[in-house]
């Protein structure tokens, strides 16, 4: 692999991989919330955005730029359904099945009930949207920031230059989260709630709002991870699953239930996966299966998250 | 009659998964990837001149191994991460399958000549698979194990599968062996889905992808589902829903006239949500109609109160100069310790002296940093986990309520027998109902009644557990490890919660325990109860004894006195 071409992979892997951040991130909040993992979350990711496009563009989206209205639709519908879906993946496939103290108890039904949410926004969407994949336009309008959309990189590569809006974006999104969850008062209720319910409402936190807050700042991630991932390419229904375990391998790469983590990992993800592609022997064959492979690792090695601490013992 | 045949492979996956979802408790997502290991399987070996009964039978050992290594990982996984790990392999085993057409021949798939031909002529075998000969292979399976798993109720295979169903963390404090167990349910589950795929590839001669996308891991997962927790009928019912799928959707798509495949997707998530949905009441109606094997209640013999083997005042347990720390803290800090047959020691000490380590320590549950353990004067068994230090003889009862869940009082019992029999056959045996698998039987009926005896819960063994108060869960949690038969009890905190009159009931039945022939190490905050129940008291403070004798000797001791117990009096 040339150092050219390695730069690119960089380049693009740091972008992707702060997407998969993103996704990880949501991920990570609920299971520190409700110890549910959010087996729906990849297709909150895609189905927001598809959606807002078929309430917006209709069912042949193109890849030309929206005017500023429909635009300015777009990002706010997709951040609405994006709150929508989560909000109803959790009073339908999480709240059901948890116990007494707001943490998961009926494992086999909130199993069953987040596999199945993301398999009907796949069907919903698969219903208007039958094609294998879509160009999303991109209402953000990245790819303006230059006459040609391209940037030469030293060493011969070139990226599209969305890849560094979207980059700052996404990291400026995990950050504000973080500061959010530390410094507001709505966020410190999240971190009680994550650290002890019943203490938690000892304490006078209304754990039913709470969580209903927490799903919808999730939503709201994940439209965002959305956003920033769908003008990048073609993009298909069943994609969004495969984004959600993307960003379940992002979040376990660290100490599952930590934003910084699910943003390192991330990035170290999206890296390692574009230079497989870039490399001769690899291929976009094996890049495909890493992610996959690195989760299914992870979590025989470590189940909280490669760097979280070994209990002292399990009773 | 090749869709009946094709049905009928579907409800052998289904039935593996079943094992390990609704009988195991373990949420598997991934079984679609061992389906399509058989079925790749089967048809790449034969492709490359295998015969066609050996690249079957490999392709299964594949899969089999393969549910072996998961279920390494799978042992040390709580059930959320297991869902997870198997959600992700089954997009794995798809994905692999998309991106490498040398593997699946790409999206047209592999194919192969039906019908498929068995020709040994070693055994002057040759016969054509016809469609009809795929049906009666498939029944004769199915109806197999739909047999194995109605009989395993009241066996030994079914109360180890309960175990793990309803408390793994309880079941291995009673001596079985939870992670052996796991792998061997996940290798079985994943055999049979490979068995299931192996058969409909030689069935329809053509295996495409598209058949093995996680769909078909979520169609089986909700299959097993719909029947409910441990019902041998169960997976027959979710399959015969999901058989009936295709021709009501395509009766669907042309009445209001869509896309067939679209009206399928759709029907299939309905379906999912509605079988979610009613989980719940199905489940209440089997317990009502008493569908379930779960309630299996363990028969019971008039067995005579069994004296503890051992001879009085034998060591049962040593604990020498143990050092145990977590992280920085020293927990225990050269603690000597010694527990004889036919005695009561309690263990008191103020909260983070280290007696619940002390406990854990010799239960096998905690590593010694340093020091001894012995049980009967021998060396413990080095290696960490409470089933070998069971078998060896000793047992501890969990500080909370821990429980078997949904399991009749007297079931739980039973549980606790099991590691006592060490014959690995006990399972297959049971189910043939041989000879010797009825004495086994019968002995293990005869221990609970015992141990239940011991515990002053007799009458009480077929009731459900909810039907016990709080100070009966206590003496139940005593009765199971009892019926271990290991001599040396260590019970943290028996008294937590109890009334006066309830503590008069548990300190008679400690001391009874103790008087006949057993020993208890009594970890108690009620000084009240230890000094009427406890031959021998030790003080712990700060990971070292402090003061140990007989209660009246500790009582009198100034420096227990002083510093630990205020002015108070024993």
Known sequence: ?315 | MTTLATDLYLLVAAYGLAIAVSYAGLPVLGQGAFVAVGAFGTTQLASHSVPLGIAVIAAIATAAVTGYLVGFAAARLAGAQLALATWALAWLAYTALVVFPRLSGGAQGLTRATPAHLVSPSLGLDITLQPWVHVVIAAVVDVGLAAMLWRSAATAWGLDLAALRSGPALADSLGVPVQRRRRAVLAAAAALGAAGGAGTAVLLGVVAPADYSPLLSLQLFVAVLVGGTATWWGPAIGVALLAALPSTSDALASAIDVDPLRARAVLTAVLLVAAIATRGPVARLIRRFGLTSVNTDVLIDDGNLRRGSSTPGELLLQLRGVVSSYGAVRVLDGLDLDLRAGEVHALIGPNGSGKSTALRVAAGVVRADSGDVLIQSHAAPGRLGAADRVQAGVVRTLQRTASLGELATGTQVAVGVRVRERSPQVGLRELLRTPAARRIAAARSSVVADAVQLVGLAGRTSVPMTALDSAEQRLLQLARAVATGAPALLVDEPAAGMSAGQRRRLGDVLRALADSGRGVLLVEHDLRLVGRVADRVTVLAEGRVLATGSPDEVRRDESVRRAYLGDSSL
């Open chain 1, 1 to 315: 692999m040339s150092g050219g071409v390695a730069l690119q992979a960089l380049v693009v892997g740091l972008s992707v991989g702060a997407i998969y951040g993103l996704v990880g991130l949501a991920f990570s909040l609920l299971w520190s919330l409700t110890r549910v993992l959010a087996f729906a979350n990849g297709d909150i990711v895609i189905g927001s955005v598809l959606f807002a496009v078929l309430a917006v563009i209709g069912t042949t989206p193109v890849a030309l730029s929206p005017d500023v209205l429909r635009s300015l639709g777009l990002v706010v519908l997709a951040l609405l359904f994006g709150i929508a879906l989560s909000l109803a993946s959790y009073v339908v496939a999480v709240r059901p099945f948890l116990g007494r103290t707001h943490r998961a108890e009926d494992l086999m039904g909130w199993v069953a009930g987040g596999v199945t949410a993301g398999l009907v926004i796949r069907t919903a969407l698969g219903v208007a949207l039958p094609a294998a994949a879509y160009a999303v336009p991109d209402p953000l309008h990245f790819d303006g920031l230059t006459s040609t959309g391209v940037v030469s990189l030293p060493g011969g590569g070139t990226v599209g230059v969305r890849v560094f809006p979207v980059l700052l974006v996404a990291v400026a999104v995990v950050i504000a989260a973080d500061r959010f969850l530390v410094l507001s008062r709505v966020g410190r209720g999240i971190r009680s709630v994550a650290d002890d319910p019943d203490a938690a409402t000892l304490c006078g936190v209304a754990i039913e709002r709470t969580l209903l807050i927490a799903f919808a700042i999730a939503g709201l991630l994940a439209a965002t991870a959305g956003l920033l991932y769908a003008p990048s390419g073609a993009v298909g229904v069943d994609q969004g699953v495969l984004l959600g375990l993307y960003g379940a391998a992002a979040a376990l790469l660290g100490r599952l239930g930590s934003p910084r983590d699910a943003l390192i990992g991330g990035v170290v993800l999206g890296v390692l996966q574009q230079l497989t592609q870039a490399s001769q022997h690899l291929g976009a064959a094996w890049a495909s299966l890493l992610p996959l492979a690195v989760l299914v690792v992870v979590l025989a090695v470590r189940p909280s998250g490669l760097l979280a601490p070994r209990e002292a013992f399990a009773e």
